[in-house]
C-alpha cells in the first residue's frame, strides 16, 4: 500500500465552489505538505505543517487554506475555485532526521472551469 | 533568494549516458536532491548529496557537486526506456526544518 495517498485522484469543478482535497499518510511523519506543480513553473509551497497544531503558509497560500486533523492527515480547500487553480497537487511527507528527504503522495488532478 | 535552474528537456538514444544538469544559487545550500516524476506519479527521491562531497555514486546513478560553479548534475548510465520521466533538482539548508526548493524539472527522453 501507498505510505501517503490522496483523494481525489481527478476533479473537475466550476469556479466559484469550494472543494477540498484530502491527504493521508503512514509514514509516522509530522511534517506534511501542500504543493501545485504547474508546466514551466515546477513546485511551489502552498502550505506546510509541522504538527497537528502548527500551521504555516508558503509562497503561494493565498486562495487555499488547510487543515491538519490529526497526524496522518492533512487536507487543502480551495474556498473558491477560480480557473488559475487548475494544477496538479501534491501532498508529501518528510520525517526531521537527515536531510529533507520528502515523500510525495500521486497527485490529484484539479480542473476548475 | 533560493533559484534552482535546470533546462527543460533532453533526449537520448537507449544505452547512451544521460546527463542531467543543475545550477542553484544559494552558496549555503546543505543538500541538494534529485528526484523522478514518472507520468501520473508523485516526485520519488532518486538520491541526495551533502554539500561536502564532490560525488555520489549508486548503481548506474553518478551525482557530481561542483560547488565552486554552484552546479550539480546526475548522469544515468545505460540509459533505459523506463527512465524516461521527469527529474527535479532541488536544494535545502540543514538544521531544523529548511524550506526545500525544487527546480521545473528537466524532461527526459529515451529514444529506443
Known amino acids: 500500500d501507498a505510505d501517503v495517498t490522496q483523494t481525489p485522484r481527478n476533479r473537475i469543478t466550476k469556479t466559484g465552489k469550494r472543494i477540498m482535497l484530502e491527504c493521508s499518510q503512514t509514514k509516522g511523519h509530522d511534517r506534511m505538505y501542500w504543493y501545485r506543480q504547474d508546466p514551466g513553473l515546477g513546485l511551489r509551497l502552498i502550505y506546510y505543517s509541522f504538527d497537528v497544531k502548527d500551521i504555516n503558509k508558503g509562497e503561494i497560500s493565498d486562495g487555499y487554506s488547510v487543515s491538519r486533523q490529526a497526524q496522518a492527515k492533512f487536507s487543502l480547500s480551495l474556498e473558491s475555485a477560480i480557473p488559475n487553480q487548475t494544477a496538479l497537487y501534491f501532498c508529501a511527507t518528510s520525517d526531521p532526521r537527515g536531510p529533507e528527504t520528502q515523500y510525495f503522495g500521486p497527485g490529484t488532478r484539479l480542473l476548475v472551469l | 533568494g533560493e533559484d534552482v535552474e535546470q533546462s527543460l528537456f533532453l533526449s537520448v538514444r537507449e544505452g547512451d549516458s544521460s546527463v542531467i544538469n543543475c545550477t542553484y544559487t544559494?552558496?549555503?545550500?546543505?543538500?541538494l536532491y534529485w528526484y523522478k516524476q514518472e507520468p501520473g506519479a508523485g516526485l520519488q527521491l532518486l538520491t541526495y548529496i551533502f554539500s561536502n562531497m564532490d560525488m555520489k555514486q549508486d548503481q548506474r546513478l553518478t551525482v557530481l557537486l561542483n560547488k565552486k560553479d554552484k552546479h550539480l548534475s546526475l548522469r544515468i548510465a545505460d540509459t533505459q526506456t523506463g527512465d524516461s520521466a521527469i527529474y527535479f533538482c532541488a536544494e535545502s539548508l540543514s538544521g531544523g526544518y529548511q524550506k526545500v526548493t525544487f527546480g521545473i524539472g528537466t524532461k527526459l527522453q529515451v529514444i529506443p
Open positions: 544559494d552558496s549555503s545550500s546543505t543538500y
